[in-house]
């Protein structure tokens, strides 16, 4: 089957660092993408790896380890507008490139 | 430039009616996705296009939803005789190529009565 786990929800303070994890059980991998999603907007695109290692971009970093299946969101200098859910999706090998998404995590951020 | 548009942003039906919703993706992308999203989960996805030829339409959830994109560009969902598990937000999402990183629009907001 096809599984993709994340917390459901986080707290953090304000100028603080968060990391969010993410791990996955698919049959068949070729990326793995991070959109943050403000309540009632559309997902926006964060990072993408498709290679062990880390991606940074600001204060955003994305890690991904595809031994273990495993991948995850790190944000810095945290920033009241952090606050959203972050949605970890996978894309499988299927000719069709469709996103397989996880739950998503509810991040708040605390002044 | 544009992003992906979708209208109507929010949609009111009673059960047994049917609707229709459109998606506009960025000039030029192939590929266009449409993703149904329960409150509180991750977008699922419903069918994939390139062009106008539907390549996969394995998580549309029943014979009751219909999607298609005649000229390769405009995407419609029909959901035909709604029920109330059919309430949830539709994404529509484009992309370059099958390959490149998928752009969401804002999405419909259906509630079914």
């Known amino acids: 089957g096809q599984n993709i786990d994340q917390p459901t929800e986080m707290t953090a303070t304000e100028g603080a660092i968060v990391q969010i994890n993410c791990t996955y059980q698919?049959?068949?991998?070729?990326?793995l993408f991070w959109y943050q999603q403000h309540a009632g907007e559309a997902p926006t695109f964060l990072s993408y790896?498709?290679?062990?290692g880390l991606e940074e971009k600001g204060r955003f970093s994305s890690f991904l380890s595809r031994s273990k299946g495993y991948s995850y969101l790190l944000l810095k200098e945290l920033q009241m507008k952090d606050s959203a859910s972050y949605l970890c999706a996978v894309r499988g090998t299927s000719g069709t490139y469709k996103y397989i998404f996880g739950t998503g995590t509810r991040l708040k951020v605390l002044a | 430039g544009a992003g992906v548009s979708q209208s109507p942003r929010y949609k009111v039906a009673k059960r047994g009616q049917d609707v229709a919703l459109r998606c506009d993706p960025i000039s030029g992308h192939v590929s266009l996705f449409w993703y149904q999203q329960a409150l509180g989960q991750g977008p699922e996805f419903l069918t994939y296009f390139q062009n106008e030829a539907q390549l996969d339409k394995s998580g549309l959830p029943s014979d009751r939803f219909f999607a298609e994109r005649p000229e390769g560009s405009v995407s419609t969902l029909k959901i035909q005789r709604t029920q109330q598990e059919d309430s949830a937000v539709y994404l529509c999402?484009?992309?370059?190529?099958?390959?490149?990183?998928?752009?969401f629009g804002p999405g419909t907001r259906l509630l079914v009565l």
């Open positions: 790896n498709v290679l062990d």
């Open positions: 999402a484009s992309s370059l190529s099958g390959r490149e990183t998928q752009y």
């Open positions: 698919t049959s068949g991998f070729n990326g």
